[in-house]
């Protein structure tokens, strides 16, 4: 089943706002990547977390270090070129089959002037 | 240089007829993955290899193909291209076997006539 829950799926914001996106993990995870997919459908990769939080620009997330089952990303002072489809990926812990990845199904951000 | 390389950009194939994709890092990593993504669905990881042993995921086992010939080169290889092939294809590397970030490439889209 999914195991990653990615929320919300929809979110539109004026410039200037702030905002959060969330997913939520239905088992423990070794790490997390966020990811902004741009206008050819190409993936870019924001955040790379193990642990903790990272931050870069107006961007900042989160990844629960304890129970390790959400991560967030933060949206500071939105921009129109923010706009776009988010996602979130985590590593499965899981023994003898290597680094999988569980994508959430996104989040579609549009910001408005 | 942590660029994953992706040929082509987009291709075009007729129903029937046989795939390939290329994608090349020159970041030495052990693991590298091929992700099926369609609009508005979360990427579906298809298979990936470590070092030379080739994983490929139970539901898309018989439909893709694989080959790495060296560190550096993975192919994609589609041995009879359906209408249901059409999306986007996305390679990936990582590090190690586990707890690694996945470098993305910029996707082929393949689109089936």
């Known amino acids: 089943g999914d195991q990653v829950e990615q929320s919300p799926s929809a979110l539109s914001l004026h410039e200037g706002t702030d905002s959060a996106l969330r997913c939520n993990f239905t088992t423990t995870m070794r790490s997390v990547q966020w990811f902004r997919q741009n206008s050819r459908g190409s993936l870019i990769s924001l955040f790379y977390l193990a642990s903790g939080t990272k931050e870069n620009g107006r961007l900042k997330s989160a990844f629960d270090s304890k129970e390790r089952r959400y991560s967030t990303l933060h949206i500071r002072d939105a921009q129109l070129e923010d706009s776009g489809t988010y996602f979130c990926a985590a590593e499965r812990k899981q023994q003898g089959t290597g680094s999988k990845l569980s994508f959430g199904k996104g989040a579609k951000l549009t910001v408005s002037p | ?113």
């Not at chain 2, 660029?3 to 950009?9: E, L, S």
């Not at chain 2, 029937?16 to 290329?22: A, E, R, S, T």
């Not at chain 2, 099926?36 to 298809?46: E, I, R, S, V, Y």
């Not at chain 2, 550096?72 to 294809?89: D, V």
């Open chain 2, 1 to 113: 240089d942590t660029t994953v390389k992706q040929n082509p950009r987009y291709k075009l194939a007729r129903v029937g007829k046989p795939v390939n994709l290329i994608c090349s890092q020159t970041m030495n990593h052990d693991t590298m993955y091929w992700y099926q993504k369609k609009p508005n669905q979360a990427p579906k990881l298809l298979l990936f290899y470590y070092d030379k042993i080739l994983n490929r995921e139970a539901d898309t086992f018989e439909k893709f193909q694989s080959s790495r010939p060296n560190n550096s080169f993975c192919s994609l290889y589609i041995g009879s291209a359906g209408l249901e092939y059409s999306a986007m294809y996305l390679c990936a590397s990582s590090r190690g076997w586990f707890s690694y970030e996945q470098y993305f490439g910029p996707g082929t889209r393949l689109t089936v006539l």
